[in-house]
């Protein structure tokens, strides 16, 4: 997989959207693994919207993750050209909310720099 590529318009059903994302959703193996294989399948590298949480890409291909794990400054989980902009551990937009209030406007709260200390 490179940048460049773009992946074939297929509508993730919102079961499995919701399977992969939610944390409940990782509760039962079996349905969570073939929430996975329909993902490879059909739309390996998807695009989905789970309400509470930002849009986020699903990519369920291990070479394709490798891919991007290689290219931080490229993808939104390394911030881009914005760091800190975007949080690589995903949360929901209240967590999101509660990590920017605690940094001073960051979601890497690992790489905030010097916190606030309490007095």
């Known amino acids: 997989m490179t940048i460049?590529?773009?992946?074939?318009?297929?509508?993730?059903?919102?079961?499995?959207?919701?399977?992969?994302?939610?944390?409940?959703?990782?509760?039962?193996d079996g349905p969570l693994f073939a929430a996975y294989q329909w993902l490879r399948e059909h739309a390996p590298l998807a695009k989905v919207h789970v309400e509470g949480y930002d849009p986020l890409w699903l990519v369920?291909?291990?070479?394709?993750?490798?891919?991007?794990?290689?290219?931080?400054?490229?993808?939104?989980?390394?911030?881009?050209?914005?760091?800190?902009?975007?949080?690589?551990?995903?949360?929901?937009q209240a967590g999101d909310g509660f990590t920017r209030s605690l940094t001073g406007g960051s979601l890497r709260i690992l790489e905030a720099g010097d916190l606030p200390r309490p007095a």
């Open 60 to 92: 369920s291909k291990h070479a394709d993750i490798m891919e991007i794990e290689k290219q931080p400054a490229i993808f939104t989980s390394g911030g881009g050209d914005e760091p800190g902009s975007h949080n690589p551990i995903l949360q929901n």
């Open 4 to 28: 460049t590529e773009s992946t074939s318009t297929v509508s993730v059903p919102d079961e499995i959207a919701r399977r992969v994302v939610l944390p409940e959703g990782h509760r039962d």
